[in-house]
């Protein structure tokens, strides 16, 4: 299916007219006419507001996974971030009874690997058995190194870090 034929579909499961789509998105009502005629396709821009309204995601609106297998996946994937949200509490659990000086540190290392996550995973289309592999490899590694060894871990990155060759 194209993005036409899905962002009109879409439109009319919400029960909206291509003018109160327009005032929703914020998108010109042109635009969105010219979208579910298949005339144009949407920009960057535009397809993040229709992804974030109809709470969708690209590869969905532009047909390359069937609505199937789309609706299939959402339990699963809800599921998934319902997980991680237990994980938060637990974490805000184990945090308030930290002294402040591991709350600064938990707070900092959520947040950065958070900020890693958002910006190498989500934004850059990786794939994700890579990404996977990427991300819990070294955290499991780290996690199972005393002090002197994550002492020793830390610079070694450190040194690769400043060799040009391992620079993206």
Do not use: C, W
């Not at 003018?19 to 005629?37: C, D, F, H, M, V």
């Not at 996946?73 to 002294?99: C, W």
């Amino acid at each position: 299916m194209s993005i036409a034929k899905n962002l009109k579909e879409l439109r009319k499961e919400a029960g909206l007219t291509q003018r109160g789509l327009a005032q929703e998105t914020g998108i010109p009502l042109k635009s969105i006419i010219n979208y579910e005629n298949g005339l144009r396709e949407p920009n960057s821009r535009a397809m993040a507001a229709l992804e974030r309204y109809f709470k969708v995601s690209g590869e969905f609106l532009r047909g390359e996974v069937d609505r199937g297998t789309y609706m299939e996946n959402i339990p699963v994937i809800h599921g998934e971030l319902d997980r991680v949200i237990a994980r938060m509490g637990q974490f805000k659990d184990a945090y308030t009874v930290s002294n402040q000086d591991e709350q600064a540190l938990a707070a900092s290392v959520l947040s950065q690997a958070l900020e890693l996550i958002t910006k190498n995973l989500l934004q850059q289309n990786r794939p994700v058995n890579m990404a996977y592999q990427e991300i819990t490899g070294p955290f499991a590694a780290v996690f199972q190194l005393n002090a002197a060894g994550r002492a020793e871990l830390n610079k070694r990155a450190e040194e690769l870090q400043q060799l040009t060759q391992y620079k993206k």
